[in-house]
């Protein structure tokens, strides 16, 4: 029996919507969440982004059940609050999508929220990895959010509404705007949240136990609403309690989300002593499929998209004892792009 250093979680949020804002004095972004199934409940969470110090603020519908310990966005968490929405409301349908929200933030600003692009046209969507965890300073894990239908809103005779405290937030900006004719407020439906080794301080054995298959590589599997997570071993790790001293073991990850491979590096173990030192860099750049030409035209200007992965690192130390413990972290080795983006959108 092997114990994973590594976790492996996901969640499934119904919908999303998000936006940056460009030179609003206290907030530089602002995204909505609609939740609907068992373990969540149904409702809205809607979060903004402090530009002073990235702290994120919380509000969320009283009927759900969020785990705090699961939002480790930006510079952290600042408020988490449950609020009575004025309104709240948030649907993707096949020609767009409408938001609408109203509440008030914990320094008494009203916040409004109504976007409609909803026109009777089709829209062509396409999968897109968030590049959310760019902007996380501190990690607690490697966060993929998979968002397999995406899309911006576009421009049509309803105007969207994005009121602080009463005045209209300008938002950021794509390139070529009058060409294409899309805004940049992203949404999606569903999201597919995949938490990958979350930091650990405690017994190795309160972790997942997963062992090799007939092939020598073992996987590690996470399921929730009809959709799953893998992480990849390969070959498998083998037990860190019996590494002989003094050897190094060594191989390849990769995690997959419904057959969609996200990201992935190589690991290793070590053993000095009474320690195993576990190492995972992750190397892999986010590969896109077959994009829409603006997406495509986006995610390959602005390296955000793909290399953000590769700016991240896990290290943990296992110490030999009658209970073997494991100390385990994330590390950002770099910004992963974010900064062109934010150069070139004016968002942020």
């Known amino acids: 029996m092997a114990h994973s250093p590594l976790s492996l979680q996901v969640e499934t949020v119904a919908a999303m919507l998000n936006c940056e804002f460009t030179d609003h004095p206290v907030y530089d972004g602002l995204e909505l969440q609609w939740f609907d199934d068992e373990a969540h409940g149904t409702g809205m969470l809607a979060f903004l982004s402090r530009r002073a110090d990235r702290r994120v603020d919380y509000y969320f519908d009283p009927a759900l059940r969020l785990d705090r310990s699961r939002y480790h966005l930006g510079g952290g968490t600042g408020a988490w609050q449950a609020t009575a929405f004025d309104v709240a409301q948030l649907r993707v349908a096949p020609d767009g999508v409408l938001a609408r929200a109203s509440l008030t933030d914990v320094d008494g600003r009203q916040i409004e929220v109504h976007v409609d692009d909803r026109d009777g046209k089709p829209r062509r969507r396409a999968g897109l990895l968030a590049p959310v965890s760019a902007a996380i300073a501190e990690p607690e894990s490697l966060l993929l959010v998979w968002m397999p239908a995406f899309d911006l809103v576009h421009r049509t005779r309803t105007a969207p509404v994005l009121r602080i405290d009463g005045e209209q937030a300008a938002i950021g900006r794509l390139p070529g705007a009058g060409l294409h004719r899309r805004l940049l407020i992203k949404y999606a439906a569903p999201l597919l949240v995949t938490t990958l080794g979350r930091a650990h301080e405690g017994a190795l054995q309160d972790l997942p136990v997963v062992n090799a298959g007939a092939d020598g590589t073992a996987v590690l599997t996470s399921r929730a609403a009809g959709h799953a997570?893998?992480?990849?071993?390969?070959?498998?790790?083998?037990?860190?309690?019996?590494?002989?001293?003094?050897?190094?073991?060594?191989?390849?990850?990769?995690?997959?989300?419904?057959?969609?491979?996200?990201?992935?590096g190589s690991w290793s173990l070590r053993r000095d002593d009474g320690e195993v030192t576990g190492d995972l860099d992750v190397t892999e750049r986010w590969r896109p499929g077959k994009l829409p030409l603006l997406m495509r035209l986006v995610t390959t200007v602005m390296p955000v998209f793909r290399r953000w992965p590769t700016s991240y690192r896990w290290r943990g130390v296992v110490t030999s004892g009658t209970i073997p413990m494991l100390h385990s972290v994330w590390e950002r080795t770099g910004t992963g792009g974010v900064e062109t983006y934010v150069r070139r959108t004016g968002g942020g």
């Open 229 to 264: 997570a893998h992480l990849v071993l390969d070959p498998a790790m083998p037990d860190l309690t019996a590494i002989a001293p003094g050897t190094r073991e060594q191989g390849r990850w990769h995690v997959r989300v419904d057959d969609v491979r996200l990201t992935g």
